[in-house]
């Protein structure tokens, strides 16, 4: 079984069309749950770590929130250069590893 | 400041070859980890390196093995390699056992012809 689930695997959007993604996780004692997000040949780049159970950080466009099984996120009014794949991990308590899902990948056109 | 650096971005290799591959973590930090991420999967991770000692290691053969230096810069290295060994290779860099950020660079594409 899984450890991290994302879903959808693909979404389409148009410019300006919010929606969410979403990750669940199935670790015991959660240490930090990362999204990331990661561009074709390139390497994933850090966009949030969430912590504990109503959490929410925001950064531009995006928000993420986290809740005891799952955590989201959303993406507002979306833009052409928001296209990439969004990576969620989590890090289990007594390892400082991430265990990644299979991301999502977003496509956002004008 | 420099990021995380990884050489080289691509490398053809054959089956049964030998590959290393190299990292520098960004700036102050020391702790590098590796990952492994097939086409449209997630990162897997390898093992990691902190103090130049390997402390948590992944699910993945004895093939794979590597090494960091006193500067903090890191080698993976592969063994008798297989098709399914084609993959991105990912370096992470963080601070200490908090890890509280990942820092990955560009990766190095690997191709097992």
């Known amino acids: 079984e899984d450890q991290v689930t994302q879903s959808p695997e693909a979404l389409r959007l148009q410019e300006g069309e919010s929606s969410s993604l979403n990750c669940s996780y199935t670790?015991?004692?959660?240490?930090?749950l990362f999204w990331y997000r990661q561009d074709p040949g390139k390497g994933p780049e850090f966009l949030f770590t969430?912590?504990?159970a109503g959490e929410e950080k925001e950064k531009e466009r995006l928000k993420a929130t986290l809740t005891k099984k799952e955590s989201f996120l959303h993406i507002t009014a979306p833009k052409p250069e928001d296209s990439a794949t969004y990576l969620c991990?989590?890090?289990?308590?007594?390892?400082?590893?991430?265990?990644f899902g299979k991301g999502t990948m977003l496509l956002v056109s004008p | 400041d420099a990021g995380v650096t990884q050489s080289p971005t691509h490398l053809i290799k054959t089956r049964g070859q030998q590959v290393t591959l190299r990292c520098s973590p960004k700036?102050?930090?020391?702790?590098v980890s590796w990952y492994q991420q097939a086409l449209g999967q997630g990162p897997q991770f390898i093992f990691q390196?902190?103090?130049?000692?390997?402390?948590q290691r992944g699910n993945f053969p004895d093939r794979f093995s590597g090494h960091q230096f006193p500067n903090y810069s890191s080698e993976l290295n592969v063994n008798a390699l297989l098709l399914g060994d084609s993959a991105l290779y990912l370096c992470?860099?963080?601070?200490?056992?908090?890890?509280?950020?990942?820092?990955f660079g560009s990766g190095t594409q690997l191709s097992v012809l």
């Open positions: 992470a860099s963080g601070l200490g056992g908090r890890l509280e950020k990942l820092f």
């Open positions: 700036s102050g930090h020391d702790t």
């Open positions: 991990a989590v890090r289990e308590s007594g390892y400082s590893t991430l265990t």
């Open positions: 670790v015991s004692g959660l240490r930090g």
């Open positions: 969430l912590y504990s």
């Open positions: 390196y902190y103090e130049e000692e390997e402390r």
